[in-house]
């Protein structure tokens, strides 16, 4: 029998055949992509032969994203000896991203296990692979700014620290050490008054090199509840008010999908369109600090007409 080895591999092999992860309820599992995190590849890729090598991810809370990002870090840096990086909004965030990927490292196959350097903490490095897998805090300031990349990932962009005029430094910093790579910015929305939103208008104004990618709860197939009964079923119908209405119309919600909506709501209530959101303007308009009440903009955003001209 032959062996596959990893230059034979696409990532979707690699991360299905080889790669271990933590599930939601701390099992120990073998990573399975999810719809969400194969849509997102496939996208990407498709985008990547247009000419796009860098994407903000606007997303909903928990799609695992972050994950399957690590997952195509740790690939890069196994199967082509690449240097990638991923920088996260704070130290605990930090933490728990680098521990995917020593998990990743401990429960991949011996037989393609490489030697790990251990001179830096949050650093898998492969002296015999000439690659590195760097992870570390936005806001630090161990973060070589002069390096050499091929790939950049970011996670929780709208909640990094720091002016807008720092993170333009530090994305610009990374952008430019990735001049012939790629890159990921991805985060929940935390209002509009941060650099993830500004970036994110940016590139809707056609910023070059840069695609957005939305992310709706809706798309992800684990958003449901089952009914009970089929009297359930009608109970649901009769009982839509007009903003379910309009979501069953435009996006064809399931029942099933209506009744996690509403256990969502009620469980989170004013966060819900900033941890679940349903299209990106309202996404960054009801989430994060603001005076006004969020449910309240949220109804007139949905009843605006479209602007004459935007300048």
């Known amino acids: 029998m032959s062996i596959v080895t990893l230059e034979d591999m696409t990532y ?8 271990w992860i933590k599930d939601k309820r701390g099992r120990i599992i073998p990573f399975i992509r999810n719809p969400i995190q194969r849509k997102v590849h496939k996208l990407v890729a498709e985008k990547k032969k247009l000419g796009y090598r860098y994407f903000n991810i606007l997303k909903y ?8 990002q690590q997952g195509i870090n740790f690939f890069k840096a196994l199967h082509y000896g690449q240097s990638v990086v ?4 704070e130290g605990e965030d930090t933490e728990k991203i680098f521990g995917i ?8 196959y011996a037989g ?4 790990r350097s251990r001179k830096i903490k949050r650093e898998l490095e492969f002296p015999e692979l000439n690659s590195q897998y760097y992870i570390g805090t936005a806001g630090s300031r161990t973060f070589s700014r002069g390096s050499t990349l091929q790939r950049f990932h970011g996670s929780e962009v709208a909640f990094w620290p720091g002016a807008g005029d720092d993170i333009d430094s530090l994305v610009a910093s990374l952008t430019e050490a990735a001049s012939h790579g790629e890159g990921v910015l ?4 935390n209002g509009v008054d941060n650099w993830f939103y500004s970036q994110w208008k940016q590139v809707e104004e056609g910023k070059a090199g ?6 709706p709860w809706f798309e992800d197939p684990d958003n449901v509840i089952l009914l009970g009964s089929e009297e359930e079923k009608y109970q649901i119908l009769e009982s839509l008010d007009e903003e379910e209405t309009l979501l069953v119309k435009k996006f064809n919600l399931s029942y099933e999908q209506i009744k996690w909506r509403r256990a969502t709501k009620d469980r989170l209530r004013r966060l819900f369109p900033q941890e679940y959101p349903e299209n990106s303007e309202t996404a960054f308009l009801t989430s994060g600090s603001s005076y006004f009440n969020t449910d ?8 605006a007409r479209k602007p004459i001209k935007t300048k």
């Open 210 to 215: 840069w695609y957005n990618i939305f992310l």
């Open 61 to 68: 809370r928990r799609g695992g994203i972050t994950t399957d």
């Open 12 to 19: 979707p092999q690699f991360a299905e055949s080889l790669l």
């Open 112 to 115: 393609y296990r490489p030697q």
């Open 86 to 89: 991923t920088l996260a909004h």
């Open 296 to 303: 309240i903009v949220n109804e007139l955003i949905k009843k």
């Open 101 to 108: 990927a020593k998990l990743f490292y401990q429960r991949l």
């Open 186 to 189: 991805e985060s929940t929305a």
